[in-house]
Nanobody, 126 residues
Framework: QVQLVESGGGLVQAGDSLRLSCAAHGRTSSNFIMAWFRQTPRKEREFVAAISRSNDTYYADSVKGRFTTSRDNAKNTVDLQMNSLKPEDTAVYYC????????????????????WGQGTQVTVSS
């Protein structure tokens, strides 16, 4: 089993920055793909960003150029730096991991992930 714990959410204004962190505990592996998804009450869970053990990254078009994900394999952590936040970024953000090969068409699908965090709320006011 793997436990994921997110932190760093909060209420910010449009244009502000926020950094989310996720720590993986338990039977972790640095071979895990680590990813971020987000969800609002009106939408299905949507892909945000993913990163491989070797730091290959892939981003949703909606966040490309504004969000950056990074990881520390020694600490089993993954971060999401969010800049130039917009009201439409408001959502619950989830960290997820899965042991798999890093392909874009694979990492964007939530059903491919084995473990999920509890989520952290990000609210961006206009």
């Amino acid at each position: 089993q793997v436990q994921l714990v997110e932190s760093g959410g909060g209420l910010v204004q449009a244009g502000d920055s926020l950094r989310l962190s996720c720590a993986a505990h338990g039977r972790t592996s640095s071979n895990f793909i680590m990813a971020w998804f987000r969800q609002t009450p009106r939408k299905e869970r949507e892909f945000v960003a993913a990163i491989s053990r070797s730091n290959d990254t892939y981003y949703a078009d909606s966040v490309k150029g504004r969000f950056t994900t990074s990881r520390d394999n020694a600490k089993n952590t993954v971060d999401l730096q969010m800049n130039s936040l917009k009201p439409e970024d408001t959502a619950v953000y989830y960290c997820a991991v899965t042991p798999a090969v890093f392909y874009p068409h694979f990492v964007v699908r939530s059903e491919n992930y084995d473990y999920w965090g509890q989520g952290t709320q990000v609210t961006v006011s206009s």
